[in-house]
């Protein structure tokens, strides 16, 4: 069974500061996405990563996979409280359809 | 784009009741998917349908959860009887596409007391 871990699982800080969340698992994934869900909502799409060692940056979100494509990070620049939100990663293992979601990292951003 | 829609939004039951969720994924994409999401935790898969075939439901509670997707088009997801553990939002999602990147529908919360 596959499994992510995300660190960490809250993260509260003011606004202007950088973060970064991690995406974390024994597993080989094909593709890794993230997501940010907001509340009373579904998640949506942020990025797709697929090749090891792959960036790709988002305005002020800079996303990173794995040389082994086994983790990510994601890394937000100068946090603004529009960015408050429920951080998904989730992964496609190799083969399969489907998507495996990590618990999810809760951001908070303090005016 | 119409993007994908569920109904009801709320849903409140007492347990051992039976309760039915309905989603209309985006026009096109054969692929459904039914997620739990249970609060503070990531939506886990419950089925995933390509087209009107289940392509993978071995995360189903199968003796009180069904699916169905007829025509491949709508979905229906029941529950009968739920439990106080079934309390979670139930979330709908459709894809298409290489990387299966998917896209969610705003969820039915559901509360069973």
């Known amino acids: ?111 | 784009e119409a993007g994908v829609a569920q109904s009801p939004r709320y849903k409140i039951i007492e347990k051992r009741q039976s309760v039915a969720f309905w989603c209309n994924p985006i026009s096109g994409h054969a692929t459904l998917y039914w997620y739990q999401q249970i609060l503070g935790q990531g939506p886990k898969l419950l089925i995933q349908f390509q087209n009107n075939g289940v392509v993978d439901d071995s995360q189903l509670p199968k003796d009180r959860f069904s699916a169905e997707r007829l025509k491949g088009v709508d979905s229906t997801l029941k529950i009968q009887p739920a439990k106080l553990e079934d309390s979670a939002v139930y979330l709908c999602a459709s894809t298409f596409g290489s990387y299966n990147e998917q896209f969610f529908g705003p969820g039915t919360r559901l509360t069973v007391l």
């Open chain 1, 1 to 111: 069974t596959q499994l992510l871990e995300q660190s960490p699982q809250f993260l509260s800080i003011q606004e202007g500061e950088n973060l970064t969340v991690y995406c974390n698992s024994s597993s080989v994934f094909s593709s890794l996405q993230w997501y940010r869900q907001e509340p009373g909502e579904g998640p949506v799409l942020l990025v797709t990563v697929v090749t090891g060692g792959e960036v790709k940056k988002l305005k002020r979100l800079t996303f990173q996979f794995g040389d082994a494509r086994k983790d990510s990070s994601l890394h937000i620049t100068a946090a603004q409280t529009g960015d408050t939100g429920l951080y998904l990663c989730a992964g496609r293992p190799r083969g399969a359809q489907k998507l495996v979601f990590g618990q999810g990292t809760r951001l908070t951003i303090n005016p």
